[in-house]
């Protein structure tokens, strides 16, 4: 389905099409839905997987088409959930056509252990024909690419075939009304179906208490440690570190309605022999408005250490966006963001990965069932020549134009009121 995730208020019969879930006071709710759509795009930077030449930017058309289930239940503190989807995207390139699947599933559950404590685990297999480094360039955007549903991965750079997996697991505990402590354990692999030198496999554990000071205002401490095994050009494994002593602040503004600000942040350690540690404090600072029914204006940025499959280092990395949306009139959503970042290697300093973008889409919904959309989306990245062990080029610059249809049919749908 589109990009355009607008969370704000309720957007009335047709804001399933958008993305958003509407406004429900049922304790006990099952839905499932079947989703699909189809489109068109014009793409000004093709990487098919038979060209050797990774300097050239072939201007192609492409269609696609995609379909995919949702699950949902939720009883009161169960929940579970469940999405697959499916696509094919056909590209008319000359002097050759080429065609590619991309598989996609992921499921999740959270139940009660006692009164005081709950847990949860979720799942996650993606098999992608294209790479891309990040999922969004603005990451706390309203605009958001959900590629489970679209045709399209926009924001790919090359078209590598890539098989992710991500597996977690998390026991929360209450301790007193604003006090909790958390553990959480991780594991995540990307496996290159050509490129098996950059595979990446990640596993991790942390414990994080959390206490409440007032309303909007909270303190953390935490400790998380994650080994990471690349199998890249050094051949070298890293130990990421993170102690997490801060503050979380979210805030509404008394002296303008509906407006909120937000930051967090933490400590990184990475170990690498050879190496002195490296310390970094990241974090993020958000801001939102909010206004209407349905409109908002928002800007974030954020420090943060990264792990990138095919990257011979972990990235410093450095982001900033902002974003628009909102919906004219019950059939018309429409959402626009700007984003863009710089990293550098933590150990050897090697800077010049550089992105930036700019996304918009626009919706009509034709009845409850159905909608048509158009978006573009541009971006420019930038990496620095032998920093990666992927056959990426140094510099893409894409632009695409993307035209289609998509629908939700509901399948199954019960709600029960809570007393």
């Not at 959900?146 to 075939?161: C, G, I, K, Q, R």
């Amino acid at each position: 389905m589109p990009a355009a995730a607008m969370a704000q208020g309720n957007p009335g019969p047709y804001g399933r099409l958008f993305g958003r879930q509407p406004a429900g006071g049922g304790k006990d709710t099952t839905v499932v839905e079947a989703r699909a759509g189809a489109g068109t795009q014009y793409n000004t930077a093709l990487f098919p997987i038979e060209s050797s030449d990774l300097a050239t930017t072939p201007q192609g058309i492409g269609v696609g088409s995609t379909a995919g289930l949702v699950l949902d239940h939720n009883m009161g503190r169960w929940s579970a959930s469940l999405r697959a989807g499916l696509a094919r995207e056909q590209y008319f390139n000359q002097p050759q056509t080429f065609g590619v699947n991309r598989y996609s599933a992921d499921a999740s559950v959270r139940a009660p252990i006692t009164d005081r404590i709950e847990a949860g685990a979720s799942a996650g297999y993606t098999l992608s024909p294209s790479f891309q480094y990040f999922s969004d360039f603005a990451p706390s955007s309203e605009v958001e690419i959900d590629n489970t549903f679209l045709p399209f991965s926009p924001y790919a750079v090359a078209m590598l075939e890539n098989e992710t997996v991500d597996l977690t697991g998390t026991l929360d505990a209450r301790l007193t009304k604003g006090a909790t402590i958390s553990a959480s354990v991780s594991k995540h692999q990307t496996h290159f179906t050509d490129e098996p030198a950059s595979d990446f496999d990640s596993t991790g554990y942390g414990v994080r208490f959390s206490q409440r000071i007032t309303r909007g205002l909270g303190a953390h401490a935490g400790y998380g440690r994650e080994e990471i095994d690349s199998v890249n050009l050094t051949g070298t494994a890293y130990v990421h570190e993170t102690v997490d002593l801060g503050l979380d602040f979210s805030h509404a503004f008394s002296l303008a309605r509906r407006t909120t600000l937000g930051f967090a942040t933490s400590t990184s350690i990475i170990k690498q022999t050879g190496y002195d540690q490296q310390f970094r404090l990241n974090g993020n600072v958000t801001f939102a408005r909010f206004f209407k029914r349905t409109w908002s204006v928002g800007a974030s940025a954020s420090r943060s250490t990264e792990f990138t499959p095919g990257f011979v280092e972990p990235l410093y990395t450095d982001s900033a966006g902002a974003y628009v949306s909102g919906m004219f009139g019950q059939r018309v959503n429409w959402g626009a963001s700007v984003g863009g970042g710089r990293a550098e290697y933590a150990f050897t300093g090697t800077s010049g990965f550089d992105t930036v973008s700019a996304t918009t889409q626009l919706s009509f919904a034709l009845n409850r069932y159905l909608e048509t959309y158009v978006q573009y989306v541009a971006y420019l990245s930038e990496v620095p020549s032998g920093t990666t062990t992927l056959r990426l080029p140094t510099r893409t610059g894409r632009q695409l134009v993307s035209v289609g249809i998509g629908t939700y049919i509901p399948i199954y749908k019960k709600v029960r009121q809570g007393k």
